[in-house]
């Protein structure tokens, strides 16, 4: 359900943020510069290569939806046992249908359910995705054992600090939660639901305003505001609430954020441009996001 609002959600979001750089771009013309990691002349060389040189689409695309699919696939499984559609039988060779109760109920192995539950895990999930990745990197520029080994353990490295962040943002989440700062900012005195997804975006926006990092943001939000969720006091599906805490994330991107750096250097933009495209883009993008979530909490409250 996350994916499917988080998708609907990110289209409008998107959508907004390529509309402000098209128009952005019909009134200021900024020159392709050189940027660190690549020269121009290595950009034009690249871009001219042939498509015999690149993976097949579906090859490309199978690092991010497998784990999709599979993680999702074993949920999907999960809900129809649950709600009886599906029975898991030891007797059962691998899949059947059976007419209980006058309906057709389709019944499935324990190794076929114990199978999906060890696909669905996200972390075999994932580890199948990095593993296709990696052999596609092999397969196709077949890089010399010291660069493979170079690649990996900068990407090992990247990994790393993604993991320190978001253990580091649980924890404070976690240590503001044991404060009462959740009781005091999680119980507002209106009812209204937009009250409750206005608290979400605006709590993770100035927390990522302040320190820069979007997922140390989002995951001290989800620990001030997780109470809130589980008390079953929104009048809408806690999904929301995420999407909320997600848009929030975005604005404002400036200096002490590290993607606004990469988009720089990588761009060769200046500081001075970077916050005259990046950081407005950003605040378009959050807001866009802010308004179709509350579109959907009041439509589609899903409860």
């Not at 871009?47 to 696939?73: F, N, Y």
């Not at 990588?266 to 883009?281: C, D, H, Q, R």
């Amino acid at each position: 359900l996350m994916i499917l609002v988080g998708c609907a959600i990110g289209l409008c979001s998107s959508t907004s943020g390529y509309i402000f750089a098209t128009l952005l771009n019909r009134r200021w013309d900024l020159p392709l510069r050189d940027s660190p990691d690549m020269s121009l002349e290595e950009l034009k060389t690249l871009s001219e290569r042939t498509d015999a040189s690149l993976p097949p689409l579906w090859l490309s695309l199978a690092p991010i939806v497998l784990p999709v699919l599979l993680i999702a696939g074993e949920t999907v499984l999960d809900t129809l046992i649950d709600a009886g559609a599906v029975a898991v039988s030891d007797t059962t060779a691998f899949i059947a249908s059976e007419n209980v109760g006058g309906r057709s109920q389709v019944v499935i192995s324990d190794e076929l359910r114990s199978l999906a539950g060890t696909l669905g895990d996200k972390n075999i999930a994932l580890v199948a995705a990095a593993a296709i990745g990696i052999l596609m990197l092999v397969w196709k520029i077949r890089p010399s054992r010291e660069k493979f080994a170079a690649g990996m353990q900068g990407a090992l490295a990247s990994a790393g600090v993604i993991i320190l962040i978001t253990a580091a943002g649980g924890a404070f989440g976690g240590a503001l939660q044991q404060t009462g700062v959740a009781e005091l900012i999680g119980r507002p005195e209106s009812n209204s639901q937009a009250v409750y997804i206005l608290l979400g975006f605006f709590i993770t926006a100035a927390i990522r305003t302040a320190q820069g990092s979007a997922t140390v943001a989002m995951i001290t939000s989800v620990g001030i505001l997780a109470p809130l969720a589980a008390s079953g006091q929104l009048g809408f599906h806690p999904v929301y609430l995420a999407a909320a805490i997600g848009c929030g994330s975005k604005p404002i991107a400036w200096m002490n954020d590290s993607g606004f750096w990469v988009i720089c250097k990588m761009s060769g933009l200046t500081e001075a441009e970077g916050l005259k495209s990046v950081t407005p883009m950003s605040i378009v993008m959050g807001l866009t996001g802010l308004a179709a979530t509350l579109a959907g909490a009041y439509f589609f409250p899903l409860v």
